[in-house]
Protein backbone atom coordinates (compact mmCIF):
# COMPACT_ATOMS: atom_id res chain seq x y z
CA UNK A 1 0.00 0.00 0.00
CA UNK A 2 1.66 3.15 -0.85
CA UNK A 3 1.64 6.04 1.79
CA UNK A 4 0.16 9.35 0.35
CA UNK A 5 2.40 12.21 0.95
CA UNK A 6 0.06 15.00 3.34
CA UNK A 7 2.28 17.77 1.22
CA UNK A 8 1.62 17.10 -2.35
CA UNK A 9 -1.65 18.81 -2.99
CA UNK A 10 0.07 22.07 -1.23
CA UNK A 11 1.39 24.20 -4.25
CA UNK A 12 2.60 27.69 -1.57
CA UNK A 13 5.32 27.44 0.78
CA UNK A 14 7.36 30.02 2.87
CA UNK A 15 9.61 30.23 4.81
CA UNK A 16 8.28 31.83 8.55
CA UNK A 17 11.59 33.44 10.62
CA UNK A 18 11.79 32.36 14.22
CA UNK A 19 11.09 34.97 16.76
CA UNK A 20 12.33 35.12 20.49
CA UNK A 21 9.26 36.16 21.73
CA UNK A 22 7.89 33.04 19.84
CA UNK A 23 9.35 30.75 22.59
CA UNK A 24 7.72 30.25 25.73
CA UNK A 25 9.37 29.10 29.15
CA UNK A 26 9.42 25.58 28.58
CA UNK A 27 11.72 26.23 25.26
CA UNK A 28 9.03 25.77 22.57
CA UNK A 29 7.14 27.24 20.09
CA UNK A 30 4.17 28.94 22.10
CA UNK A 31 0.76 27.38 20.44
CA UNK A 32 -0.74 30.14 20.95
CA UNK A 33 1.88 31.31 17.86
CA UNK A 34 0.97 29.05 15.49
CA UNK A 35 -2.59 31.43 14.59
CA UNK A 36 0.46 34.30 14.12
CA UNK A 37 2.00 31.54 11.74
CA UNK A 38 -1.21 30.93 9.87
CA UNK A 39 -1.50 34.74 9.46
CA UNK A 40 2.08 35.39 8.51
CA UNK A 41 1.55 32.52 5.90
CA UNK A 42 -1.75 33.48 4.56
CA UNK A 43 -0.65 36.93 4.25
CA UNK A 44 2.24 36.15 2.33
CA UNK A 45 0.16 33.59 -0.12
CA UNK A 46 -2.59 36.29 -0.82
CA UNK A 47 -0.23 39.08 -1.60
CA UNK A 48 2.67 36.44 -3.65
CA UNK A 49 -0.31 33.79 -5.16
CA UNK A 50 -3.31 34.96 -5.30
CA UNK A 51 -2.56 39.57 -5.24
CA UNK A 52 -6.06 40.06 -3.75
CA UNK A 53 -7.26 43.45 -3.93
CA UNK A 54 -7.46 44.71 -0.14
CA UNK A 55 -8.50 48.32 -1.17
CA UNK A 56 -11.39 46.51 -2.69
CA UNK A 57 -12.46 43.65 -0.33
CA UNK A 58 -11.46 42.49 3.16
CA UNK A 59 -11.32 39.06 4.82
CA UNK A 60 -12.06 37.93 8.32
CA UNK A 61 -11.78 35.13 9.76
CA UNK A 62 -14.35 33.06 10.62
CA UNK A 63 -12.92 29.92 12.42
CA UNK A 64 -9.44 28.36 13.02
CA UNK A 65 -8.21 25.03 14.00
CA UNK A 66 -4.85 23.73 14.89
CA UNK A 67 -3.58 20.09 14.87
CA UNK A 68 0.03 20.33 17.08
CA UNK A 69 2.20 17.30 15.95
CA UNK A 70 5.32 18.08 17.33
CA UNK A 71 6.69 21.26 19.26
CA UNK A 72 9.08 23.81 17.41
CA UNK A 73 12.56 24.78 19.24
CA UNK A 74 14.88 27.88 18.75
CA UNK A 75 17.02 25.95 16.44
CA UNK A 76 14.58 24.43 14.16
CA UNK A 77 13.93 26.17 10.10
CA UNK A 78 10.27 25.60 9.39
CA UNK A 79 8.57 26.65 6.56
CA UNK A 80 4.57 26.49 5.94
CA UNK A 81 2.50 25.28 3.49
CA UNK A 82 -0.68 26.94 2.32
CA UNK A 83 -3.42 26.22 0.09
CA UNK A 84 -7.20 27.27 -0.68
CA UNK A 85 -9.14 23.71 0.14
CA UNK A 86 -13.01 24.98 -0.49
CA UNK A 87 -13.79 28.04 -2.10
CA UNK A 88 -18.19 28.86 -1.40
CA UNK A 89 -20.39 32.03 -2.35
CA UNK A 90 -18.71 34.20 0.67
CA UNK A 91 -16.03 32.07 2.04
CA UNK A 92 -13.25 30.07 1.56
CA UNK A 93 -11.00 27.44 3.62
CA UNK A 94 -7.46 27.18 3.80
CA UNK A 95 -5.62 24.84 4.73
CA UNK A 96 -1.77 24.88 6.29
CA UNK A 97 1.07 22.64 7.43
CA UNK A 98 4.34 23.86 9.27
CA UNK A 99 6.93 21.94 8.89
CA UNK A 100 10.90 21.41 10.29
CA UNK A 101 13.46 19.64 8.41
CA UNK A 102 14.85 17.05 9.95
CA UNK A 103 18.18 15.56 8.52
CA UNK A 104 17.26 16.59 5.16
CA UNK A 105 13.52 15.69 5.36
CA UNK A 106 10.20 17.90 6.24
CA UNK A 107 8.63 16.62 9.17
CA UNK A 108 5.26 17.96 9.88
CA UNK A 109 4.60 20.00 13.12
CA UNK A 110 0.79 21.01 13.13
CA UNK A 111 -1.61 21.10 10.52
CA UNK A 112 -4.59 23.76 10.51
CA UNK A 113 -7.56 25.09 8.40
CA UNK A 114 -9.02 29.16 8.57
CA UNK A 115 -12.43 29.75 7.37
CA UNK A 116 -11.92 33.04 5.76
CA UNK A 117 -15.09 35.53 4.73
CA UNK A 118 -14.66 38.31 1.96
CA UNK A 119 -15.44 41.58 4.13
CA UNK A 120 -16.91 45.06 2.88
CA UNK A 121 -15.34 46.99 5.92
CA UNK A 122 -17.50 50.00 4.66
CA UNK A 123 -20.93 48.32 4.99
CA UNK A 124 -19.76 45.96 7.73
CA UNK A 125 -21.03 42.92 6.14
CA UNK A 126 -19.66 39.71 4.32
CA UNK A 127 -19.71 39.95 0.42
CA UNK A 128 -19.07 37.76 -2.41
CA UNK A 129 -16.53 36.59 -3.07
CA UNK A 130 -14.90 38.99 -5.97
CA UNK A 131 -14.48 37.33 -9.65
CA UNK A 132 -11.27 37.73 -10.15
CA UNK A 133 -9.48 36.68 -6.51
CA UNK A 134 -11.81 33.87 -6.99
CA UNK A 135 -10.84 32.78 -10.59
CA UNK A 136 -7.06 33.78 -9.55
CA UNK A 137 -7.52 31.16 -6.14
CA UNK A 138 -8.95 28.69 -8.84
CA UNK A 139 -5.69 28.81 -11.58
CA UNK A 140 -3.40 29.12 -9.20
CA UNK A 141 -5.05 25.78 -6.37
CA UNK A 142 -5.86 24.22 -10.42
CA UNK A 143 -9.14 23.45 -8.64
CA UNK A 144 -12.39 21.57 -10.05
CA UNK A 145 -14.76 24.15 -8.50
CA UNK A 146 -17.54 22.78 -6.94
CA UNK A 147 -19.38 26.12 -5.00
CA UNK A 148 -20.32 24.52 -1.43
Not at 41 to 56: L, V
Not at 68 to 93: A, L
Not at 114 to 132: G, Q
Request: glycine residues 4%.
Amino acid sequence: MTEINPIQPFKYKTKIDLRFNDFDLLGHVNNATYLTYFEIGRTKYWQQAINWNWKKTGIIIGSASIEYKQPIFPEDTIYIYIRTSRIGIKSFDLEYLIVKEINNKESICSTGKTSCIAFDYTSKKSVSIPEIERSKMIDFEQLDLKIA
